[in-house]
């Protein structure tokens, strides 16, 4: 698990193709941003851009993780290159401050930024969602754009409004974003949750949700 709280910016220091899938190799920091290693042990769970792997390798500066073809497919590490900067952030411990919301770096799907405008000394964004992620999304709710847990300010059907505050541009990826870039997503686990109870357990649809049934199950008066 996560926090959605940006540790350092790394930047990919090489791409290994091994057995058919991927292997990364991550510097662990750039912009004078630099992971705290000491406490990383083989094994231990690291989130590159939202996305939960798994260090087989480390020394005090750079580890090495496999990305398998799943999540090649999946997510946007597909479109790293040698260079790239990623969001970084370690598996959080029952003694970290829970400063975002509970992130488990598993990426639900891929959206799209459709716009970027500079508001004040924030930076807003609009971003598209899939089509199955959008009920999942709601004003003032979280939402998890590439390991960074952001606050939703406005939704419009499949497409959702996030404003960025200097210290999130200087702390994370968001920065380098243009229009088209493509985000991993994670939707609140709540609310993923919510929906399979409400739903028995997935024997029945979302469209089964109506006011009677979220105060039969105690929801609402």
Same mark, same amino acid.
């Given at each position: 698990?996560?926090?959605?709280? +940006?540790? !350092? @910016?790394?930047? /990919?220091?090489?791409?290994?193709?091994?057995?058919?899938?991927?292997?990364?190799? =991550?510097?662990?920091?750039?912009?004078?941003?630099?992971?705290?290693? !000491?406490? &990383?042990?083989?094994?231990? !769970?690291?989130?590159?851009?939202?996305?939960?792997?798994?260090?087989?390798?480390?020394?005090?500066?750079?580890?090495?993780?496999?990305?398998?073809?799943?999540?090649? #497919?999946? #997510?946007?590490?597909?479109?790293?290159? &040698?260079?790239?900067?990623?969001?970084?952030?370690?598996?959080?411990?029952?003694? #970290?401050?829970?400063?975002?919301?509970?992130?488990? $770096?598993?990426?639900?799907?891929?959206?799209?930024?459709?716009?970027?405008?500079?508001?004040?000394?924030?930076?807003?964004?609009?971003?598209?969602?899939?089509?199955?992620?959008?009920?999942?999304?709601?004003?003032?709710?979280?939402?998890?754009?590439?390991?960074?847990?952001?606050? =939703?300010?406005? =939704?419009?059907?499949?497409?959702?409004? +996030?404003? +960025?505050?200097?210290?999130?541009?200087?702390?994370?990826?968001?920065?380098?974003?243009? *229009?088209? *870039?493509?985000?991993?997503?994670?939707?609140?686990?709540?609310?993923?949750?919510?929906?399979?109870? @409400? #739903?028995?357990?997935?024997?029945?649809?979302?469209?089964?949700?109506? /006011?009677? !049934?979220?105060?039969?199950? $105690?929801? &609402?008066?």
């Amino acid at each position: 698990m996560f926090t959605g709280i +940006i540790e !350092s @910016l790394g930047s /990919i220091k090489k791409i290994e193709p091994v057995g058919g899938d991927m292997r990364l190799h =991550v510097d662990t920091g750039v912009r004078g941003s630099a992971m705290d290693m !000491s406490d &990383v042990q083989l094994g231990d !769970s690291i989130a590159v851009n939202g996305v939960c792997l798994t260090a087989i390798e480390f020394d005090d500066k750079h580890f090495v993780a496999d990305v398998s073809n799943e999540t090649i #497919t999946l #997510t946007s590490l597909k479109d790293l290159a &040698v260079g790239s900067e990623v969001n970084l952030e370690k598996a959080l411990l029952p003694t #970290t401050r829970l400063g975002g919301h509970l992130v488990s $770096g598993h990426v639900d799907g891929l959206g799209e930024v459709l716009s970027i405008k500079e508001e004040s000394r924030s930076i807003q964004l609009i971003i598209r969602a899939p089509e199955e992620l959008k009920h999942y999304i709601a004003m003032k709710g979280s939402i998890c754009i590439d390991g960074t847990s952001l606050t =939703v300010n406005k =939704v419009d059907n499949a497409d959702f409004e +996030i404003n +960025i505050v200097p210290h999130t541009q200087l702390r994370t990826i968001i920065k380098n974003y243009k *229009t088209g *870039t493509r985000v991993n997503l994670e939707v609140d686990l709540i609310a993923r949750y919510l929906e399979r109870l @409400l #739903t028995k357990q997935g024997g029945a649809d979302e469209s089964s949700i109506t /006011i009677e !049934s979220l105060a039969k199950a $105690g929801f &609402v008066g």
